[in-house]
């Protein structure tokens, strides 16, 4: 089967970096997003890896070991309104995503 | 409009009813997604749309069904609702292509009794 694997709940400091880790087994691979979302709001994208390594886009980097199938989501410089779910979604063989079940990040003062 | 929309925002339903979740997109995006999103669970896709006129079944299709008339419009029906279904329905939309991502509608939030 395809899964994607994610911590449910995570706890950070206003300020502080926070990472935050996904792992997946799919039928093939054609990138790996990182969308976040907001209670009661719909994703929105953040960042997109194909290749091994890591992508940085201010505060947010993301990375990628396509052969760990391991990816990371790096949060810098910690805000209050980061506090969001973080959903970790990979594209298989057939164009689809898979979607991990995402991790509530909440950002303590 | 700017974006995707959907309708209704929420809906509350009797079991055993038939119901069309309205999805319009402006950005003239040629692949268009429903998903529904269930607590503990990852978005799942109940059927996708890559150009219009054409349809295809995701991950969970069953009691779901879709048309593709045109470029804008993306309707989901459920022809006869059960309780299971109650969830939050997103739909989405891209520019095909691997790296290109999709955009979500607010979602509508469906209650079946």
């Known amino acids: 089967g395809q899964n994607i694997d994610q911590p449910t709940e995570m706890t950070a400091t206003e300020g502080a970096i926070v990472q935050i880790n996904c792992t997946y087994q799919?039928?093939?691979?054609?990138?790996l997003f990182w969308y976040q979302q907001h209670a009661g709001e719909a994703p929105t994208f953040l960042s997109y890896n194909v290749l091994d390594g890591l992508e940085e886009k201010g505060r947010f980097s993301s990375f990628l070991s396509r052969s760990k199938g391991y990816s990371y989501l790096l949060l810098k410089e910690l805000q209050m309104k980061d506090s969001a779910s973080y959903l970790c979604a990979v594209k298989n063989s057939n164009y689809q995503l898979i979607w991990g079940a995402g991790t509530k990040l909440i950002i303590k003062p | 409009i700017a974006g995707i929309t959907q309708a209704p925002t929420s809906q509350i339903l009797a079991a055993g009813r038939r119901m069309t979740l309205r999805c319009t997109q402006d950005m003239r995006h040629n692949a268009m997604y429903w998903y529904r999103q269930d607590l503990g669970l990852g978005l799942r896709l109940i059927h996708y749309?890559?150009?219009?006129?054409?349809?295809g079944k995701g991950e969970v299709p069953d009691g779901y069904s879709v048309s593709r008339a045109n470029t804008d419009d993306f309707p989901l029906t459920l022809a006869s609702a059960v309780p299971s279904q109650t969830s939050v329905y997103f739909c989405?939309?891209?520019?095909?292509?691997?790296?290109?991502?999709?955009?979500f509608g607010p979602g509508t939030r469906l209650t079946v009794l």
């Open positions: 799919t039928s093939g691979f054609n990138g």
């Open positions: 749309s890559n150009t219009a006129g054409t349809t």
């Open positions: 989405a939309s891209s520019v095909a292509g691997e790296s290109n991502e999709q955009f």
